[in-house]
């Protein structure tokens, strides 16, 4: 039973190549982080192995082990370890070669070694180049599942060679949907809070259920955004400066930074417009609609001469 949400012409497909036993030797799934590729990707690699009828049954041995990531036959490469919160891996040349040499040997014990490599649009040149040589000579029962944020950014052979998915993001209510079923969470205007700020991202949006410092941090990160607009020029080039302090995460925190001052601005627009139930933030809306008041019809002039 897939448990990947919001991507049913994904799992149609993959039924179908299932049910006609035609697996092709390699997948690309490209579109933003938190979507489902990955959960995807586990789960073709559980199907493919599955010994039961309903596959994935995510029941009999070959479901359980993959699931634990305790299989041998079963590789992930260039995997953000931490998820939410580190820079993503880059897949090595040497960890290229290394699949080169395993795709050459029989699975130990699955029908189909898969290897899932993720963030594949941060391969260097010479790591993408090794990469291409093997799809192009895929050996037989092997399965490559190739992840991607940015499909621009991949080499347009290693692209010619996959069969593509684009995923989008996931409808709200959908994720709604799912929080109120697998989720200790009992308030659903809380639930919905959430999938709302998440725009579509469902692996977010589980991931702050799970952890709420991460929605707590995104929501005191927001404040402060709010609150620079009304501050003088030194007081934001003095966050500025704190952001860029952190020398390892200074580039993740800045591109957070702009994202949410994205958002921010987004909902302001929305208010200037007059329409309230268009909001993400919600908890925010009083800070919001004093920005309004206190600038409103300039905003509104200023937009109106954007290019669309």
Same mark, same amino acid.
């Given at each position: 039973?897939?448990?990947?949400?919001?991507?049913?012409?994904?799992?149609?497909?993959?039924?179908?190549?299932?049910?006609?036993?035609?697996?092709?030797?390699?997948?690309?799934?490209?579109?933003?982080?938190?979507?489902?590729?990955?959960?995807?990707?586990?789960?073709?690699?559980?199907?493919?192995?599955?010994?039961?009828?309903?596959?994935?049954?995510?029941?009999?041995?070959?479901?359980?082990?993959?699931?634990?990531?305790?299989?041998?036959?079963?590789?992930?490469?260039?995997?953000?370890?931490?998820?939410?919160?580190?820079?993503?891996?880059?897949?090595?040349?040497?960890?290229?070669?290394?699949?080169?040499?395993e795709?050459?040997?029989?699975?130990?014990?699955a029908?189909?070694?898969?290897?899932?490599?993720?963030?594949?649009?941060?391969?260097?040149v010479e790591?993408?180049?090794?990469?291409?040589?093997?799809?192009?000579?895929?050996?037989?029962?092997?399965?490559?599942?190739?992840?991607?944020?940015?499909?621009?950014?991949?080499?347009?052979?290693?692209?010619?060679?996959?069969?593509?998915?684009?995923?989008?993001?996931?409808?709200?209510?959908?994720?709604?949907?799912?929080?109120?079923?697998?989720?200790?969470?009992k308030? =659903?205007?809380? #639930?919905? @809070?959430?999938?709302? %700020?998440?725009?579509?991202?469902i692996?977010?949006?589980?991931? $702050? &259920? +799970?952890?709420?410092?991460?929605?707590?941090?995104?929501e005191?990160?927001?404040?402060?955004?709010?609150?620079?607009?009304?501050?003088?020029? =030194?007081?934001? #080039?003095? @966050?500025?400066e704190? %952001?860029?302090?952190?020398k390892?995460?200074?580039?993740?925190? $800045? &591109? +957070?930074?702009?994202?949410?001052?994205?958002?921010?601005?987004?909902?302001?627009?929305?208010?200037?417009?007059?329409?309230?139930?268009?909001l993400?933030?919600?908890?925010?809306?009083k800070?919001?609609?004093?920005?309004?008041?206190?600038?409103g019809?300039?905003?509104?002039?200023?937009?109106?001469?954007?290019p669309?």
């Amino acid at each position: 039973m897939w448990k990947t949400v919001g991507h049913d012409n994904v799992i149609d497909f993959f039924n179908k190549v299932l049910v006609n036993q035609r697996i092709g030797h390699a997948y690309l799934l490209s579109g933003q982080k938190h979507l489902g590729k990955f959960t995807l990707a586990m789960e073709l690699a559980q199907a493919i192995n599955c010994v039961n009828v309903d596959r994935p049954c995510k029941a009999c041995l070959q479901c359980t082990r993959i699931a634990n990531n305790l299989h041998p036959d079963i590789r992930v490469l260039g995997r953000d370890t931490e998820k939410l919160n580190s820079d993503s891996s880059q897949i090595t040349i040497d960890e290229v070669r290394t699949i080169q040499i395993e795709s050459s040997r029989k699975p130990f014990e699955a029908k189909y070694k898969v290897f899932i490599l993720d963030n594949v649009e941060l391969m260097n040149v010479e790591a993408g180049n090794a990469l291409l040589k093997t799809l192009e000579e895929p050996p037989p029962q092997v399965l490559y599942i190739l992840l991607s944020t940015d499909i621009s950014n991949v080499l347009d052979t290693i692209v010619s060679r996959c069969t593509i998915f684009n995923f989008s993001p996931v409808e709200i209510g959908k994720i709604v949907d799912y929080l109120n079923e697998n989720s200790g969470e009992k308030s =659903s205007t809380g #639930l919905e @809070y959430i999938a709302k %700020i998440s725009r579509g991202k469902i692996g977010w949006a589980i991931k $702050a &259920i +799970e952890e709420p410092n991460i929605l707590s941090s995104r929501e005191s990160n927001l404040g402060k955004l709010q609150s620079l607009i009304t501050e003088n020029v =030194s007081a934001r #080039l003095d @966050y500025v400066e704190e %952001i860029l302090f952190d020398k390892t995460n200074s580039l993740k925190l $800045a &591109i +957070e930074q702009i994202e949410l001052w994205y958002e921010l601005w987004r909902d302001i627009l929305i208010l200037v417009y007059n329409l309230p139930e268009l909001l993400i933030y919600t908890k925010f809306t009083k800070n919001c609609w004093f920005i309004v008041s206190s600038g409103g019809n300039r905003m509104f002039e200023i937009d109106k001469k954007c290019p669309r």
